[in-house]
């Protein structure tokens, strides 16, 4: 018991640095200004939040941004969720991590939320899992689901966060397993045992619908002819939008698309973008390494060698996450375990990572 009590207590340190907010933002929402509502956050918070982190999709995280005003604000239907919206868009350009990142901002915490894997959803009778086992089946007495009450319904003065990730993926019973939920807000299990309430929920989808139609509407964007003659911006967006429109309503039926309220098309991962994804990997690996008291700095030419190494628009920042854990943590885990003096008592040790010899090899940083 105290060898397994010792390992969560490690594993759960391992995860504060990924998934807990650098700054003490619970305190930080107390103090809000503005109207009073019965949600107490300051919008100015999460914005920072959500745009140092989330790079090349401005439009989607201005929308977020809009739907969190009128949350602040209370005026959206008490008797519906909060907000229903859609993220649409190709692998890797950051719609599951847009959701993580607005619950660390909002809770402190990026595993703040309910999730739903719909991949693991795929055939008829997974549909129970959602909604409960119906009547004179084994659980139904329980009302037992998938679902987390308590993180549906968030804390006080703050929303809860529901994300379906992948819904395409589910199988359409599933998928209609949800029109209740965002239509009133309210699942009841097939039991009728239990009620599970969403009205003080944000909830998110996530999707790859459309992706290779939305990649080749972006190559053409970047064709010569459109350099000449390029779309104006909201032009562009309608383009994007009638394909995610079409690509929806060919998979879900039209009574589940019409209960959405917002669609937003996420695009795909550009070259202009690539270094500032390379150095949030970076702010995300140096929080990994607080535990032995150091931290690494990249030369320019590391930061290049790795983009060019680890770019790939089909496959976006995934690809790229995979070309850090591949050139740089990998010699890195080498030098610690292998040439690092031990972890500090005092400050932390600076490694300077350099390109030497067809690969990165690291230096000390001399203390100032």
């Given at each position: 018991?105290?060898?397994?009590?010792?390992?969560?207590?490690?594993?759960?340190r391992a995860l504060e640095g990924?998934?807990?907010?650098?700054?003490?933002?619970?305190?930080?929402?107390?103090?809000?200004?503005?109207?009073?509502?019965?949600?107490?956050?300051?919008?100015?918070?999460?914005?920072?939040?959500?745009?140092?982190?989330?790079?090349?999709?401005?439009?989607?995280?201005?929308?977020?941004?809009?739907?969190?005003?009128?949350?602040?604000?209370?005026?959206?239907?008490?008797?519906?969720?909060?907000?229903?919206g859609l993220l649409l868009g190709?692998?890797?350009?950051?719609?599951?991590?847009?959701?993580?990142?607005?619950?660390?901002?909002?809770?402190?915490?990026?595993?703040?939320?309910?999730?739903?894997?719909?991949?693991?959803?795929?055939?008829?009778?997974?549909?129970?899992?959602?909604?409960?086992?119906?009547?004179?089946?084994?659980?139904?007495?329980?009302?037992?689901?998938?679902?987390?009450?308590?993180?549906?319904?968030?804390?006080?003065?703050?929303?809860?966060?529901?994300?379906?990730?992948?819904?395409?993926?589910?199988?359409?019973?599933?998928?209609?397993?949800?029109?209740?939920?965002?239509?009133?807000?309210?699942?009841?299990?097939?039991?009728?045992?239990?009620?599970?309430?969403?009205?003080?929920?944000?909830?998110?989808?996530?999707?790859?619908?459309?992706?290779?139609?939305?990649?080749?509407?972006?190559?053409?964007?970047?064709?010569?002819?459109?350099?000449?003659?390029?779309?104006?911006?909201?032009?562009?967006?309608?383009?994007?939008?009638?394909?995610?429109?079409?690509?929806?309503?060919?998979?879900?039926?039209?009574?589940?698309?019409?209960?959405?309220?917002?669609?937003?098309?996420?695009?795909?991962?550009?070259?202009?973008?690539?270094?500032?994804?390379?150095?949030?990997?970076?702010?995300?690996?140096?929080?990994?390494?607080?535990?032995?008291?150091?931290?690494?700095?990249?030369?320019?030419?590391?930061?290049?060698?790795?983009?060019?190494?680890?770019?790939?628009?089909?496959?976006?920042?995934?690809?790229?996450?995979?070309?850090?854990?591949?050139?740089?943590?990998?010699?890195?885990?080498?030098?610690?375990?292998?040439?690092?003096?031990?972890?500090?008592?005092?400050?932390?040790?600076?490694?300077?990572?350099?390109?030497?010899?067809?690969?990165?090899?690291?230096?000390?940083?001399?203390?100032?």
């Open positions: 018991m105290l060898e397994e009590t010792e390992r969560r207590r490690q594993e759960s990924e998934n807990l907010a650098s700054d003490d933002v619970l305190s930080a929402h107390l103090s809000t200004q503005g109207i009073e509502s019965r949600y107490r956050f300051d919008i100015d918070i999460i914005s920072r939040h959500l745009k140092s982190q989330i790079v090349g999709q401005d439009a989607a995280v201005e929308s977020v941004i809009n739907m969190l005003r009128i949350v602040r604000a209370d005026i959206a239907d008490p008797r519906k969720p909060l907000y229903s190709p692998t890797g350009v950051g719609k599951t991590e847009l959701v993580r990142t607005l619950a660390r901002a909002l809770h402190g915490d990026a595993d703040a939320l309910c999730r739903i894997d719909m991949n693991t959803l795929s055939q008829e009778h997974y549909a129970a899992a959602i909604t409960g086992a119906p009547p004179g089946y084994v659980g139904s007495k329980e009302g037992k689901t998938i679902l987390d009450q308590d993180k549906i319904e968030g804390s006080h003065g703050k929303p809860g966060i529901v994300l379906f990730d992948e819904l395409e993926k589910a199988s359409p019973e599933v998928v209609l397993a949800l029109l209740n939920i965002f239509d009133n807000g309210i699942l009841t299990v097939a039991s009728g045992e239990r009620t599970y309430s969403f009205r003080n929920a944000i909830i998110f989808m996530t999707s790859n619908l459309g992706a290779e139609k939305l990649r080749a509407e972006a190559e053409a964007a970047t064709g010569l002819w459109r350099r000449w003659n390029p779309l104006s911006e909201k032009v562009r967006r309608d383009r994007l939008e009638a394909i995610a429109q079409k690509a929806l309503l060919g998979k879900f039926p039209p009574e589940f698309v019409n209960r959405i309220d917002h669609v937003e098309v996420f695009n795909w991962i550009e070259p202009e973008v690539v270094h500032q994804l390379v150095g949030l990997e970076l702010e995300k690996l140096n929080r990994r390494l607080l535990k032995h008291h150091c931290y690494v700095e990249l030369s320019e030419p590391v930061v290049q060698w790795i983009v060019d190494k680890g770019f790939d628009r089909q496959f976006g920042a995934r690809s790229l996450r995979r070309a850090v854990r591949r050139y740089l943590e990998v010699p890195l885990a080498k030098f610690l375990v292998d040439d690092f003096p031990g972890n500090a008592s005092t400050g932390s040790r600076g490694l300077f990572a350099i390109l030497r010899g067809g690969g990165v090899t690291f230096e000390p940083i001399d203390p100032v």
